[in-house]
């Protein structure tokens, strides 16, 4: 069964994007089931120290990127630094990240047992394969990875955890979102894209066509849509009423049309044990 409709040349998520347009679409995203708009605002404000190239910020700087006054700025963070959630900089008078989120970061990996359950499965596949596993959940258009395994003989020691990435350009993205929602499907359809390589698909209907696709053949590709050189095969495993998405991932070289096949028969296999 298809998603979408070739012949319906005006369908029902195209009706809503062209009628509203993007802007005022995905303003009524981001506001919906706020109940209190004054701790959204101070919580939004921590997403500005998620940015890897300016980690430290100072009042100024938040201001400037939020839109709101310097002063309450100032009382904002001083409110965040009492709870241990921001702390001032030991090298300047800037603002960064408290060790708060630390607590916060073990709760939620110790009381997350899919991460213990599939953990077998990833050194497994790592083994088979001999390339990087990830694993990742949805996090509003994107997805966030939880885990990874790297291969025996990788060099690799990077941390993915925690790290985003959007859902229309990466293997476990699209997996997740071809049985997702038709709320979240119409969502990131909508959100704005950015083409991070030659072969991203931003076009709207392409995109659809690509879902159509995942959904026939139980699995999905990224084709260097993300990153130059990768290429990615993912899946969406359900879990207690929560999809996570499970991906094969290495330099594009080694992933031949059969080697894909392979990889997701591999994948299917660790799905059915769920």
């Known amino acids: 069964m ?15 994007i062209n009628i509203i347009g993007l802007n005022k679409y995905m303003a009524k995203q981001e506001n919906k089931e ?13 997403d500005y120290f998620c940015d890897s190239t300016s980690p430290e910020l100072s009042v100024t700087e938040i201001s400037e990127r939020s839109g709101i006054l310097m002063s309450s700025i100032h009382n904002i963070l001083s409110t965040f630094c009492a709870g241990g959630f921001i702390q001032k900089s030991p090298n300047s008078s800037k603002y960064m990240l408290g060790k708060k ?14 991460q213990s359950m599939l953990k077998k499965s990833m050194q497994k596949l790592s083994n088979l394969t001999g390339e990087t596993i990830f694993l990742a959940v949805s996090y509003g258009v994107n997805i966030i990875y939880i885990d990874s395994i790297f291969p025996s003989n990788s060099t ?19 997996a ?12 990131v359809l909508a959100s ?7 072969n991203t698909i931003i076009d709207t209907t392409a995109l659809k ?24 095969v993912g899946i969406a ?23 894909i096949i392979q990889y997701a028969k591999l994948l299917k296999e660790v799905a059915a044990e769920f």
């Open 176 to 187: 997740i979102l071809s049985q997702s929602s038709p709320e979240l499907i119409k969502e």
């Open 156 to 174: 690799a020691t990077g941390n993915i955890i925690g790290v985003t990435a959007p859902m229309y350009c990466t293997s476990i993205g699209k």
């Open 209 to 232: 066509d690509e879902i159509n696709t995942i959904i026939e053949q139980g699995y999905a590709i990224d084709n260097m849509e993300h990153e130059y050189g990768i290429k990615c």
């Open 34 to 46: 706020i109940k209190v708009k004054s701790l959204y605002k101070a919580l939004k404000i921590l």
């Open 237 to 259: 495993i359900s879990i207690n009423n929560q999809l996570y998405g499970l991906s094969i991932s290495g330099p594009s070289l080694r992933f031949s049309k059969d080697k």
């Open 101 to 114: 989120f630390l607590e916060f970061s073990n709760a939620y990996n110790r009381n997350n047992p899919v």
């Open 2 to 16: 298809k998603l979408f409709d070739k012949q319906n040349k005006l369908s029902y998520y195209d009706t809503i």
């Open 192 to 198: 704005p894209k950015t083409a991070f390589t030659e």
